[in-house]
């Protein structure tokens, strides 16, 4: 087989140099391929003298775009994903590899305890991994990990999921559940970044519930709405027992909470409908 690494990289002028390098003393890599996402600084040149093939964008369209055009342009039959600020070990990439020639059609490098830039964003990929591991009844060890090896042919039937910004990981790796092919972690260190993270608090807290959503509705939405739905019309149970003992009559509560709970599972229902169609494929 052969394999293609795609590094998405925007102004990692200080760090795309080494991480090159070091890929390159891997004799079983067919090609690497550098996207340029409107970077302002020497990332292009400095990857091309390093030996890598180089896609610029005109402008910064966002780390999922810069995945989506490394993909397209990729030739390997297996495409290793990974970050060119050095945080991910080259070393790691033939551990990887292993794991897809075991049978796995998707292989993520599961940063252990240590390697999260902050204890914010630990505690963050701690409950996306509980979440996944809930709706997919599947051990999720680290759902926002951007170091992984795919099967080309398989990652590329879903990159009209993949949004545009940096919650790639996380569809990908739900789409693979979803659709029933092989997903295996493996245990890696991620070391710090070189250079000035791209992350924002505020924009991460946004995100942050933008991932929990985008779980539920790749996956399984009922599977969300439901326990909601069930607590509404518990709720509502209890306060017409309550309101039928003390006052002998249902009140408008009751209706609300009863009305609030047939409404979110119905939503659930037809999220889940959609949720299918997404996934049928083209005869």
Do not use: C
């Amino acid at each position: 087989m052969k394999y293609s690494v795609v590094l998405p990289a925007k102004n990692e002028a200080g760090a795309i140099k080494e991480t090159i390098h070091k890929i390159r003393q891997l004799d079983f890599i067919y090609e690497i391929i550098v996207v340029n996402d409107g970077s302002t600084d020497d990332t292009q040149k400095i990857a091309e003298q390093a030996g890598a093939i180089v896609i610029s964008h005109p402008y910064s369209k966002g780390n999922g775009a810069a995945i989506k055009t490394g993909a397209r342009n990729a030739l390997g039959d297996v495409i290793i994903f990974m970050d060119a600020d050095g945080q991910h070990d080259p070393d790691d990439i033939s551990r990887l590899i292993a794991k897809i020639e075991e049978g796995y059609d998707l292989v993520v490098g599961a940063r252990q305890k240590g390697s999260q830039a902050s204890v914010g964003r630990g505690v963050a990929n701690s409950l996306y991994n509980n979440l996944a591991t809930y709706m997919s009844d599947h051990k999720v060890e680290d759902l926002t990990s951007g170091f992984r090896a795919v099967r080309a042919e398989k990652f590329k039937e879903f990159i009209y999921l993949l949004p545009n910004g940096f919650s790639y990981p996380t569809t990908s790796t739900m789409a693979f559940f979803r659709a029933g092919y092989s997903v295996a972690y493996i245990p890696i260190h991620a070391a710090k970044r070189i250079g000035k993270s791209h992350i924002h608090p505020i924009k991460d807290s946004v995100r942050f519930f933008l991932i929990i959503f985008k779980i539920a509705t790749l996956y399984s939405p009922l599977k969300m709405f439901l326990p909601f739905a069930v607590a509404l019309f518990i709720l509502a149970t209890a306060w017409y027992g309550y309101t039928l003992y003390e006052y002998s009559r249902f009140t408008n509560m009751s209706a609300l909470l009863y009305t609030g709970s047939i409404m979110i599972f119905l939503m659930g229902l037809i999220s889940e409908q959609i949720t299918a169609l997404m996934y049928k494929k083209d005869e």
